[in-house]
């Protein structure tokens, strides 16, 4: 790949992030923070941090994506700083960990800083007040990075300890811990709505579903350290960048390694980033350089090749940049080839060797090509042959031929053969049916004696009559449950014609239901789905789209009756809903409610919270997130109450009072500790008191003070 631009930053570029006003931001390992414009690498602007970052292999600085906000470790590690980018002021300073700060984050939509350390920990910080407003599941050791989705809904943890904690921001709850790896986790991306992309260690990446928390795929081909990983705007392909320089090229559908040295630079990899609106891929280094490269790079040569019918040209080009093959220019070779193939085979068929040698024209200088119509030609020797003895009835020696050059099958001679086997099955089929019919469908099938894959069908037919008898009644009167338990009990049946108009009538309830879908006539939907869950092929896919369409249709029936409390829990239920319009704008009404209430939990106004948060407290898929923000709120109370110098017993009413609502939290632990250097002699023993839960946590237990009774 050739270098379109670059620019020299002379210090590790250690973030390279587009944010939502499409400027470039760079920052290096001296925190020196730059704006570029992302189409010329033009300045636009910047500042200084003043703090120099040794080590770098994990996320130690992080940009919010509206340009607000920017995180950093100090340069001791000790503790992660939140600055006001437009002030150059810091908001906050976080030091609650046991050991140093590893990495931090701040969301996409910008509403919390995240910092994670060694000791396990990650504090979610409020970035308008800097207060911690929770936490997030611990790690037994240290955690390497921190990614979100797109959409802000999905939080995932990669740690030293092997394995990856999924969070729901939507619903304020843990998901689940993956493990599979072998090695500590280094990094993750999150791609395609629902997919998870981890590499640890050894260099060892895994492709994850994180609603299913199953592993779908290990990557091949890795053999050097993975230090960047990125994903390209339409998540079509992964780039990974590695400490040698390397960059490898994944396509994210196939997860087929389409090249192992993609690009080559002489530094290690500091940072990637993709900018979708230019298709370019951004490149940040070890010794200070800002790459730009076009990943279509060579398109319009592919174009003006491509009118010449240089067919290998083309090829070779798409050798040098293999994302080449994915353009509508390169396409249309592997559409002429198809068709030059298929009327080839038919010239062969009619022994014109000459008219296939001028349809193959075009593509003979191709290697690939090249073998394939060299051994079509190879193939079609015997043809004449074929066709004689189909023509004589030989047919135990035509379909032995048949076999030995399975693209004879292709022929409308086979095809045929075919045709007049399927039909004479069918009248056998009846004659074994009726009380002395055995005779006569042997006479029919006679021809077929000696032909072993239609032997095998003889013989069953012969034997297992009976079954088969039972099994066409079944596929008669539609019941497809007792269709598929004889299918599962005897394959054999796989074999009949039956087989193939039960898994036709499969296919064709499944187009039907899509219509039916596109169509808005969810009922006969429904009914169309119900049948197609017996058919083992959809089960899976039938029960979910039914599962779906009931959620569907019970939020927007909710949306039009104005029942917010069931619109929200069926958002809770099914993440598509929050992209539909309905979703979006009472998500976006959420999101403004919990900012304004954030506010007043920020002073510990309960009261406030509560006001602004009333509509929502009879959906149960909000009461984890409600549960958080109280939590916060009473937390201030007490370190208020604490700055104050409130007497003990009140300050241990309401340690008493937060440990009943919300149990043993991260905060309380802190609180609880600085409370007891202040009064040593408290008799206040945590690990005896009552405790609670978040999950627990119900709207009825909320009071205007954590310090009350």
């Not at 960990?97 to 990650?122: A, N, W």
């Not at 929770?134 to 955690?143: E, G, K, N, R, V």
């Not at 074999?495 to 039916?516: C, N, T, V, W």
Request: charged share 25%; aromatic share 12%.
């Amino acid at each position: 790949m050739k270098l379109l631009h670059s620019k020299s930053i002379v210090k590790p570029v250690i973030l390279l992030q587009i944010i939502s006003d499409q400027t470039l931001v760079a920052i290096d390992s001296k925190t020196t923070v730059r704006y570029f414009h992302h189409k010329s690498l033009k300045v636009s602007g910047g500042f200084k941090v003043k703090i120099e970052h040794e080590r770098y292999k994990t996320r130690v600085v992080a940009h919010s994506q509206n340009g607000e906000y920017l995180a950093s470790l100090s340069a001791n590690s000790k503790e992660a700083r939140l600055y006001n980018v437009q002030s150059k002021q810091i908001v906050t300073k976080i030091d609650r960990h046991q050991g140093e700060v590893s990495c931090v984050g701040i969301d996409p939509l910008s509403r919390y800083m995240f910092s994670c350390g060694d000791d396990g920990k990650t504090f979610a910080i409020d970035v308008k007040s800097g207060k911690l407003v929770f936490t997030l599941p611990h790690h037994a050791d240290t955690i390497n990075d921190i990614v979100f989705t797109k959409n802000g809904n999905w939080i995932a943890l990669a740690s030293y300890d092997r394995k990856i904690s999924l969070f729901n921001l939507v619903t304020m709850s843990p998901k689940d811990k993956l493990a599979a790896h072998s090695a500590p986790v280094m990094k993750l991306s999150f791609f395609d709505k629902n997919k998870l992309i981890s590499v640890d260690k050894n260099s060892k990446a895994i492709i994850w579903n994180i609603y299913s928390s199953k592993v779908l795929h290990r990557l091949e081909g890795i053999h050097d350290d993975i230090t960047q990983i990125c994903i390209s705007g339409d998540d079509q392909f992964l780039f990974l960048g590695t400490k040698l320089g390397y960059v490898l090229l994944y396509d994210l559908k196939t997860y087929e390694l389409l090249s192992n040295r993609y690009i080559k630079i002489v530094s290690s990899i500091t940072a990637l980033e993709f900018d979708a609106e230019l298709n370019y891929l951004l490149v940040g280094t070890e010794d200070g350089f800002l790459m730009q490269y076009n990943i279509y790079e060579g398109e319009e040569k592919l174009k003006e090749l491509l009118k010449n019918k240089d067919f290998d040209a083309m090829r070779k080009l798409a050798d040098e940049n293999p994302i080449l093959t994915y353009t509508q220019a390169y396409k249309l070779i592997d559409n002429l080839w198809e068709t030059a193939l298929k009327q080839a085979k038919i010239a062969l068929q009619n022994d014109d060797k000459n008219r296939a040698m001028l349809l193959f024209e075009q593509f003979k200088d191709i290697p690939s090509k090249k073998k394939i119509i060299q051994k079509l030609f190879k193939d079609y020797t015997e043809f004449k042959k074929f066709l004689q003895l189909a023509k004589e009835g030989k047919l135990a020696l035509a379909y032995s031929i048949a076999n030995t050059y399975p693209v004879y099958k292709e022929s409308k001679v086979y095809q045929s053969l075919e045709k007049q086997w399927k039909k004479a099955f069918l009248q056998a089929q009846k004659y074994v049916l009726k009380p002395k019919g055995i005779d006569k469908a042997k006479e029919i099938l006679a021809p077929y004696r000696g032909i072993s894959e239609k032997t095998k069908l003889i013989q069953e037919l012969f034997t297992k009559g009976n079954v088969y008898n039972r099994f066409q009644t079944a596929l008669g009167q539609k019941a497809f449950r007792t269709c598929f338990e004889l299918i599962k009990r005897y394959p054999f049946l796989k074999e009949f014609p039956d087989y193939d108009l039960l898994i036709s009538y499969g296919d064709k309830l499944y187009m039907q239901a899509h219509r039916r879908i596109k169509e808005n006539k969810i009922s006969t939907a429904l009914k169309l789905l119900e049948e197609l869950e017996f058919f083992s092929d959809f089960h899976e896919e039938a029960k979910m789209l039914f599962q779906e369409i009931q959620t569907k249709q019970k939020f927007f029936q909710a949306v039009e009756s104005n029942d917010i409390v069931t619109a929200y829990n069926m958002m809770a239920i099914s993440e598509d809903l929050l992209e539909t319009d309905e979703g979006l704008k009472l998500q976006t009404q959420w999101n403004k409610d919990v900012s304004q209430a954030n506010r007043y939990a920020a002073k510990g106004n309960a009261k406030g919270v509560y006001k602004v948060l009333k509509p929502y407290m009879k959906i149960e898929s909000k009461y984890t997130f409600l549960a958080t923000i109280f939590g916060w709120c009473y937390m201030v109370q007490l370190e208020n109450a604490l700055q104050n110098n409130v007497s003990q017993a009140t300050l241990e009413k309401g340690i008493k009072n937060y440990i009943l609502l919300f149990g043993e939290q991260d905060q309380i632990e802190d609180f609880f500790q600085v409370f007891k250097e202040k009064y040593p002699k408290s008799k206040l023993n945590f690990e005896l008191l009552k405790k609670g839960s978040l999950s627990m946590w119900r709207p009825s237990m909320i009071v205007k003070s954590i310090l009350d009774e």
